[in-house]
């Protein structure tokens, strides 16, 4: 079974304004999300990446370049992880935003969530983990591929992976630069890491033989075993 590293890009120049981006173009990293995105390599350094798929928008192209760079990787561009498209709502200042009736509902109620000229939060997660499952087939049982995406999709994708309904998904926190780790099996996926920030790899590493198994461990056991 491969494993799945989720990276949310970096903090962007909307993140730092408060601003609802989308899918607006040149939209890049700031200062603050330059530094995180260059610690990447290091960061992922004892981690083998066998691809890197990516959202076309340029922050997350951003985040991943130095790190495709250092290891030879031609990044694969999928839209289908392209961010929310969040029509009229895009541009707005997400403190302009809450007082608005829908503003409740993509909180309370997400399934539901369909934004002015733009898309529902159920198209969202549809599109996203059919791109992450069949990206997922196509690689190798040992391999490690890290996708970078947006945050409500990267919540998307866990919450499906959590086996949690969509209306839940808000309960999922993923930040700039963080990265979530989901290894899929024949009956169900295992989430290894939700919004790890920090520098210990371990987790992202291919399972040993005796770990790669659909069962879920019982007792404890660090291993494919019961204790």
Not at 19 to 43: F, H, K, S, Y
Not at 85 to 107: H, M, P, S
Not at 206 to 218: C, F, G, K, L
Request: net charge negative; proline share 4%; aromatic share 4%.
């Amino acid at each position: 079974m491969a494993t799945l590293i989720l990276l949310r890009h970096a903090r962007s120049a909307a993140n730092g304004s408060g601003v609802l981006a989308g899918r607006t173009p040149g939209v890049g990293l700031d200062e603050t999300g330059r530094g995180q995105a260059a610690g990447l390599a290091a960061r992922l350094e004892g981690v083998p990446l066998s691809r890197v798929v990516v959202s076309p928008l340029q922050r997350c192209q951003e985040t991943v370049s130095g790190l495709v760079a250092a290891r030879g990787i031609e990044p694969v561009v999928e839209d289908r992880l392209s961010e929310v498209d969040y029509g009229d709502w895009t541009g707005q200042k997400i403190k302009d935003l809450t007082g608005q009736e829908l503003w409740k509902v993509v909180q309370q109620h997400p399934s539901a969530a369909v934004f002015p000229g733009g898309e529902g939060l159920a198209q969202v997660q549809a599109r996203a983990v059919a791109a992450v499952r069949e990206h997922d087939r196509q690689a190798g049982d040992k391999d490690v591929w890290l996708l970078c995406s947006h945050g409500d999709v990267i919540k998307s994708v866990l919450a499906d992976a959590l086996g949690l309904h969509l209306d839940s998904f808000q309960r999922i926190v993923v930040d700039p630069c963080s990265v979530s780790v989901v290894r899929y099996t024949e009956t169900r996926p295992f989430v290894l890491k939700i919004n790890d920030t920090g520098g210990d790899v371990s987790g992202l590493l291919p399972p040993a033989e005796s770990e790669s198994s659909s069962d879920a461990v019982v007792g404890g056991s660090t291993g494919g075993g019961t204790s």
